[in-house]
């Protein structure tokens, strides 16, 4: 059995999604395409000799009965409209992020989701597929170090263009810890402050650049999580779990060893895109996998989705007031257990 | 269009390399089997679901219309008329190491393929797709290192059965880096000599172990490489290339880093199943990738399989000896370029 | 010429650099003890059989004739008393920390020797003599990493006795640090905030373990400074610097690295003692040396310890308020510059 | 009490000694001095205003009833005329490598010695007092890898002058391993052969280099060890020693660790004299203290000056046969268990 999927949004990351499914990943294929550029999604299915019907829009794609799962892969906004049309047609999503550009949003989307009465979406976090935050959370899971206590972590880009703002340090970047430590130490968001330390000369002036969140849990583990964009040297993705009996650390990307001119040392990755794309193999993998062994999507859900709308809505109110905000996230449903 | 596959010889590694076409990898499929336990053959197919025929024997799966390829995954021994067979039906192979187990035999497989006329073989030697080998070969083909002078390797197993022999340390362990190293630094062997050192007291009675080979090649680069089956500390591929300008040496492989009772570091894996995992995957998509592209595969050649045979017999040879044993290697075919 | 030097305290720190200038450095002779148990001043001279006189209190010592210098090894509250007699004698002083057990009597010190007219005190704080924090620091004065923006930095002991109470996590642990930094970066600090994680259960009741710090300076340099002393893993000091082109880091302890069971690793030292015992003999050394040399201690300044002492004052308020707390340093006297 | 010292030869290594027992170390003083060049000799008494009188040539200065022991710092080939001398008139001695030119001369030395009946003599060699090293050697004591059964090591200098020739990798260079890992596995040399790999083109006409020499021991330890003196890169020392249940490494001398300009990593030491200026001021230290408190020297012994020198003749043979030739060396005289 091959899993048929529908792409909604055949810029950038769509595309990469649909190279992946048709040239590396096994047991999907690529049924059904559209893009509110209809020739964008045209020249896909010629690019990539797809055997696809490119669709109007996000409705009739849907509709169409032989695909069983759809890809949104469109901009933000336009998240929340074609996973809930999905969900009532009763498909399969794998939905980008953000989920949908709201909290609220995203509570309709569980809503609709725990209506339906099955679990059908999967949100594209792919950090929990990264081989090293996976054995981080094999070794926490194992209690080799422990009760969790605190984390540091670093989320570093060389740089970011003239349209990247302060709020999108929280939506755009620490986006990705939001879901990512949660799920490593099992455990909800209580509170969230920021600090802005000195702002290096290399970001431009409307950005506040770095930044520092103290983001404190349910249970009490304290995290320092620095946010810095403009850092020059490197993308750069560190994450730090310290313990009660020791601490475990994220492994710095594969690399061979130099010696060369007084200096001994690694390479580190200039583009992010290097840094998880083994990830995004494997959590594709996955979700085309878990459906076909499982009849449901194995990764991040909706809840998901939700939990880092509402966090990242503390983060920015955080960033405007510079004081400690709650982050307030209600008992998880019995359904996303 | 996708690759139709036929596996001879339903084992280990044939199971693996099934499951991997069928479950992981794109553009490929498993329509033929074959096995001297016919009853392993017909498990096979149903454990996967395949969409096979269980043929009686190899001429006959290589006979079969729909078979694009073969996988020459049975004992070493029967290799040679398998792939002899494949190249007389015209169709593509990618064969386990050995490609034969006599240089011979090597021999009479390049001179078919060569009379052929068209390259048709990919010998399994999966260090070349490993990431850390690959970053080694861009090093020092961007002369990132000047010209190589020499190369300390070790090949370190944690421990192996008694049905382990002194000569398996070259046609079994060794054999990966004969394959790996003239490829790194684009060369030929010229000579082998062995040296016993003190030996474990956790090998048996019947085997040298551990073992050092310093091989010389034809521009005068010198290989020291160790082998140690009992080494007990774990599975360790290790790899220095000394040039003239600096060193490059493989990457350990990816390992949280831990802080716990007095000591920071990273984990060694123990099972070698784990070290190459990746590399395996990438192999047999490129194997498939490049003949649907390119109408040839990419990899390792039979050519290549004949110079391991060649350099394993010097080596062995070596062994016995106690001398520097010359390896004549004659000149590459055009064809092989 | 010789350093002739009196001890005030014949404790285990005040042993140490007895046995210290004796045995291993250069330049230096103790001619006079005292202690309150004048036992084990005497004592002290037979066991490294000095050529010492022992007085029956700081002020005799410091009035003794041959004494060049005064090592004010006692216990905290009675460092003042000695070091104001010490420079109204107008000996020089090497003070053990605290200076003062109050920011307020650190300011008589600087006071009195301002007054005096030279400088003639050096506070220990040792690790400014550490191989690592001076390699920071030149690396940081050389622009190699740009300005520095922020510091992430880590004090961990393996285990702390029952009498260590939550201030002593400042007054005796994170003083290091307070030193250290603001020397590394050139920087006065501004304000403090504390967060309490999670507690360990290795840490008895009345003990807050660990405690993040968040500290700012004048320019904005924002300090995430953990204190962890029930870590039970080791000790371990950590320091980061991230600056606007690059980042540095302190060395991991020099130890052999090895490979055994499965694991590769460096050992993490365990007694605190052999952290920084090298900086401790530097340290000495330099005091003895500059004073020869230049007729002035080159190291930490009574001023140094007014700033630890005020800072102290603060992170300690800090501790009792959650809230920030302002860092009020004066500006430094011309005296120090 | 102070051991009071003459230094026979003033120049660069000479004038190092001297100011490290007079401005760094404890319990030593120059009483002494000569140098075939008088005014040099008078010169270094002046620079450190040293208490010391200058003596027209050796035997003067070793006859003076003030000197305890005597410092042999002057060129090679007049060590072994100074040394007996010492010995004749009961004197200390701390000889630089080489303790004679020849191994019939440093033979002299140890039957000098043996007759004089008390251990007078220590021989410069470093590296067993270096931080790395003993590290090694108490883990390897401490059974932590088993049995030892090989080791690989390097000795890498970024250049050479013109006068440095093939002999020289042997004599200046591999002498120091050849002093060292012996102790390091406390065992005795066998054999050694040589192996040219490919030339460097940053060597001159006249050197060979590198150079791999493969020793073995008497109990079968296989040694590979690298010579490479125009590897460019910096001074690198690497010492791997593998035994039956693991392996010890030299650490990488201490660094910073930086993150710049996508590369992560520590510096290298580009010159020789830093890599062991601790090492220097241990040795001298142990060779003061050992004196003063057990009436012998402690380090490197003259039957150690002797198998370095019997080894040393054993290599450049090789160098010059191509062939494994055999190091005699006999049993370790009881006088020097």
Redesign the interface.
Known sequence: MTLKMGVIGTGAIGREHIKR???????GTIVAVTDVNQDAAKKVVEEFSLDAIVYPDDKALIAAENVDAVLVTSWGPAHEQSVLAAIEAGKYVFCEKPLATTAAGCMRIVEAEMKYGKKLVQVGFMRRYD??YK??KE?IDSH???????I?CAHRNPEVGDKYTTDMAVTDTLIHEIDVLHWLVNDDYKSVQV????????ALAHLQD?Q?F?I?TN????I?A?V?VN????Y?IQCEV?G???????????????????????????DWKDRFI?AYDVEL?DFI?SIKETGKPNGPTSWDGYIAAVTADACVKAQQTGEKERISIPEKPEFYE
């Open positions: 499914i048709t040239k590396k990943l096994s047991g081989s090293g054995q981080l070794a080799l170090i422990g009760e969790p206590l605190m540091h600090v802005y330390p000195k702002k290096t000369k290399h770095p520092v103290m404190e249970s009490g583990i304290s320092t620095e810095f850092c020059k040297y490197g750069d310290i009660e009996e020791g601490i475990v650390k994220l492994p710095e990307p594969l690399s061979i060893v130099t010696r060369k001119e007084a200096k001994l040392g690694v390479n580190i990755l200039m083994d993998q996998d």
